[in-house]
């Protein structure tokens, strides 16, 4: 993580990486269960275009995703984990890009 240092010498990850991360994490919890993405995607009522880019990290090519709290509500319901546990630890500075 390259992040971004604060003033007290803490590092806060960007945006886009805390998107890259929380789509890692949406992949590792999809392997754990042992089920298409595609499934993923309908079970959680995205598109299977999406729920990829999800687990890229983006929602357009260059752009870090920002999923609705319904669609993440859905996914943690799908993937059987808690919405905690998808999300990065450290979360990113307010206006970070």
Known sequence: MLGRVAADGTTTPTWEEFAREL???LARAR???GI???RVAHLAGLTSFTYQKYEK???RPGTPMNPTLTSLVALSQVLEVAIVD???PVLPALGSE
Request: net charge negative; proline share 7%.
């Open 23 to 25: 789509g890692q994490n």
């Open 86 to 88: 998808l999300l990065p």
């Open 57 to 59: 990290g983006e929602s």
């Open 31 to 33: 392997a754990a269960k």
């Open 36 to 38: 298409s993405q595609e």
